[in-house]
């Protein structure tokens, strides 16, 4: 059934999304896990202080200036 196919799906999605809303993630800059998601796209990392702007459910890093 094509619908019932969709909803696996999406709930297969969602779990990973809050896997990488809970993820620590490393910073670019001093290479530790310490990226924290302050709010929205936004996350910052407690050692450095590096901040990055990003989606809103996981981060990448775009530019590193
Ligand atoms: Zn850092």
Redesign the pocket.
């Known amino acids: 059934m094509r619908t019932a196919r969709y909803g696996v799906g999406v709930r297969k999605r969602l779990d990973s999304i809050e896997k990488l809303r809970s993820k620590k993630y490393k910073?670019?800059?001093?290479?530790?896990l310490?990226?924290k998601r302050l709010y929205g796209g936004i996350w910052k990392?407690?050692?450095?202080?590096?901040e990055v702007a990003d989606g809103a459910y996981s981060m990448t890093v775009k530019s590193l200036n």
């Open positions: 910073c670019p800059q001093c290479r530790k310490s990226m990392c407690k050692r450095c202080g590096l």
